[in-house]
């Protein structure tokens, strides 16, 4: 299954298509993760892709994953600036 990440300021809940809720956010992580095949299985099982960004203010953030329903059903996590 293919993954991405999107950092926003906008808490859930997020509808099927979390974009729709946070639209490009602060940072997308680009490519996305890849899809997991049968053939490639062990290739993509420990896939790991690495962003960064300058969070420009104290706050609470979200990391959600812009795949469809995934966000929906909980493919989030919060991180807190002070
Ligand atoms: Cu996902």
């Known amino acids: 299954m293919e993954h991405g990440l999107i950092i926003t300021p906008v808490p859930p809940p997020y509808p099927y298509m979390s974009m729709m809720a946070t639209g490009p956010g602060l ?10 095949s ?11 892709l690495s962003t ?3 969070a420009g203010e104290p ?7 812009p795949t469809p329903e ?11 600036i002070r």
């Open 52 to 54: 960064s960004f300058v």
């Open 27 to 36: 940072v997308q992580l680009e490519p996305l993760l890849p899809w997991r």
């Open 38 to 48: 049968d053939s490639r299985l062990q290739a993509a099982s420990y896939a790991a």
């Open 70 to 80: 995934h966000a929906e059903k909980g493919m989030v996590g919060r991180f807190i």
């Open 59 to 65: 706050g609470t953030y979200w990391y959600v994953c």
